[in-house]
């Protein structure tokens, strides 16, 4: 992942000028826009770190504020640390929310400290976009292919037959989302879903049930396991429709450890 940053603060302020010397000592590209609306336009495509230096207060629901927490809305993987008093700090709300605040830095600044809390902020950012890697369990072995021409280009496909051979995988692989054919010979489905549920190594692994039947019934007795599967996907429907399921599935879920990111790196 490219280490990109958008350094926003006063275009003449000396230490503005430093945190950009030091980010690019650390392999940061950086780009500097000053704090309004319009010079941040300019910049045109946005990274998704932001700094914002502060130097000032600012009024009550300042415009160019609002603008900011926009932008960080509509992209919630963009993060924003801010460098500054608490008065200068507190004067951003509540034009920016403190749900889009990242991290917090007061002055005075050790400078190398802030690339080095940042540098550890896109190293697991980074590792948080790696490829993620799903394992497919289904005794149809025409299901098994479909699946993994869907999924192959976008995630790492592994392939098992049977509810045994699923168990057997995760003994020694780790995974990231299963995808369980809920109706098999021998284990069923719910049973498998129950093993691994109750294994300490693998009860945080995210199951999707795959099943032919979609009456109302079936749905109920799947969504009536404990703890609820994360979806439950018909193998009638569409590639366009199991992907953004998986998708959606691991936005939702890389939108979360950002989250959890920001909060623990606060500082």
């Known amino acids: 992942m490219d280490k990109k940053v958008l350094l926003l603060g006063d275009s003449n302020s000396f230490m503005v000028g430093a945190i950009e010397k030091e980010l690019i000592k650390a392999r940061f590209k950086v780009t500097r826009a000053e704090i309004d609306e319009e010079s941040i336009k300019a910049v045109g495509q946005l990274p998704e770190l932001f700094i914002m230096y502060l130097e000032r207060e600012f009024a009550l629901n300042d415009e160019n504020l609002l603008y900011i927490n926009n932008l960080l809305k509509d992209d919630m ?9 608490d008065k200068e700090v507190n004067s951003l709300k509540p034009a920016i929310e403190d749900d889009l605040i990242s991290g917090i830095f007061k002055r005075p600044i050790n400078i190398k400290n802030l690339t080095v809390v940042l540098e ?13 890697r799903i394992l497919v369990c289904d005794d149809d072995g025409t299901m098994l292919r479909t699946m993994k021409s869907w999924l192959n280009e976008k995630y790492q496909v592994f392939m098992v037959n049977s509810g045994m051979s699923a168990i057997t995988f995760l003994a020694t692989n780790k995974v990231d989302l299963i995808l369980l054919d809920y109706e098999m010979p021998v284990i069923s489905g719910a049973k498998v879903y129950e093993m691994i549920k109750s294994e300490k190594d693998t009860a945080n692994i995210p199951v999707m049930f795959l099943t032919a039947k979609s009456d109302k019934d079936s749905v109920m ?6 703890p609820k599967p994360e979806a439950y996907l018909l193998k009638s429907q569409s590639k366009e429709v199991v992907l953004s399921s998986i998708n959606d599935f691991f936005e939702k879920q890389r939108r979360e450890k ?3 990111l920001g909060k623990n790196l606060r500082t």
């Open 77 to 85: 993987d963009r993060l924003l640390y801010l460098v500054g008093s």
């Open 120 to 132: 550890e902020v896109m190293d697991k950012r980074s590792k948080i976009e790696e490829k993620k």
């Open 221 to 226: 007795e799947v969504l009536s396991l404990n």
């Open 258 to 260: 950002f989250n959890e």
